[in-house]
């Protein structure tokens, strides 16, 4: 029997995530999923196992808005798996209030943007080992509301904001998103592996979790057939692993009519993409994580 390739997503224990890892197993993947909650991995590697009896699945255990924590998971997962295929980049967080990590940021810039800036650098070695390598970044057409991009000052803003200041917050985070895959995408040409972001459209799992009335919205949501996750989900994994995708990097694609589209501005000048990718790099060096410096990959394509 062919070993199984290795698909590594993050945000795999609910919402989107554990639709989508569901999945991939069943198209028999071997997976290595990231999870800060250890009752919530265990519960869904059962639920894994239960949809594809047999299915490979590794649990890793971090907290995405730790920079240790990241590197450390990255770590693990280059360690124990021979290559990497896909890294599904896919955690995400809209908080409807300013906090901020151990490490100093805000909490939402921490796990939207520099868990998978920083991940990604760690597991890039692998990715050079895989089998027609991708990366995929969840992103979001919450993108077109991020006000006014200001770099680098927005990577470190703790500024307390309010519920309805929160959608603005989250909107760059997930423009930084979009602008990290399409910079990425021009640093890895040549290299096999291939970048792309995607928007799942809107779903209800786990809308606004953080408020009282998310549960009994997301109820009528769904009885009147709205938010269907599983057309994100779907999304998710054929990005990840139809083979039509494995010719496009650099590429932003959304579920709603599953056609290509184009970052809001200032998201798509590639300037303000390189901006952005020397403002991440030179904070997490200051704040004592290793500079991510994307080199080619050595051994990267197929085998």
Sequence with gaps: ???????????????????????????????????????????????IEVAAPGAQVGIHLGDLSQMDDVRRVGAEIRERYERVDVLVNNAGLHAFEQRVTVDGYPQMVAVNHLAPFLLTETLLPALGRGISPRIVNVASEASRRHGTLVLP??????????????????????????????????????????????????????????LNFAQPLERVLRALRIGDPRRGAELIVDVAT??????????????????????????????????????????????????????RPSGSGAE
Excluded at 6 to 31: E, P, Y
Excluded at 153 to 166: K, W
Excluded at 269 to 279: F, N, Y
């Design 153 to 210: 000052a927005d990577l470190t803003d703790t500024t307390p904001f309010t519920v309805r200041g929160s959608s603005a917050v989250y909107g760059k985070t997930k423009l930084m998103n979009i602008m990290f895959t399409m910079e990425l995408a021009r640093r890895l040409a040549g290299t096999g592996i291939t970048v792309n972001a995607l928007d799942p459209g809107f779903n209800v799992t786990g809308l606004g979790r953080e």
């Design 1 to 47: 029997m062919s070993d199984p390739q290795t698909i590594v997503l993050t945000g795999a224990t609910s919402g989107l995530g554990r639709l989508a890892a569901i999945a991939l197993a069943r198209r028999g993947f071997r997976l290595a999923l990231t999870a800060r909650d250890e009752p919530k991995a265990a519960e869904t590697r059962s639920e």
């Design 242 to 295: 139809d083979p039509a995708f494995s010719r496009d990097t650099g590429v932003y694609v959304t579920a709603r009519g599953r056609r290509r589209i184009t970052p809001s501005a200032p998201g798509d000048d590639p300037a303000v993409q390189r901006e952005l990718w020397d403002a991440t790099t030179a904070l997490l060096a200051r704040r004592g994580a290793r500079t991510p410096a994307v080199r």
